[in-house]
């Protein structure tokens, strides 16, 4: 295996990984940002009150968004293991 492939690999899993993470990390982006907001106008500013939504957004995003992620890293995994043959 040269170079070109192992480094064309990495890229390929790491924008897998960017493009998985992406959904949850936005979703809890989000929450945390309309949290903060609402916390700065209503001045209460107890740390752990944006834990709870954060949780509540990223398992939607995961229920909402699972199906996805496990078909595209899958697909990442099939590719990795369907190429294991032509090492040489």
Excluded: C
């Excluded at 959904?23 to 929450?31: D, K, Y």
């Excluded at 078909?71 to 190429?83: G, P, W, Y």
């Amino acid at each position: 295996m040269d170079t070109e492939t192992v480094v064309s690999i990495l890229r390929q899993g790491l924008y897998l990984v960017l493009m998985v993470s992406a959904g949850p990390m936005a979703a809890a982006l989000v929450v945390g940002l309309f949290i903060s907001v609402l916390q700065a106008t209503t001045q209460v500013q107890e740390q752990t009150l944006s834990y709870v939504p954060k949780i509540v957004a990223v398992s939607a995003a995961l229920a909402i968004l699972g199906p996805w992620m496990l078909k595209e890293v899958v697909q990442f995994t099939q590719m990795i293991l369907n190429s294991i043959p032509s090492v040489h």
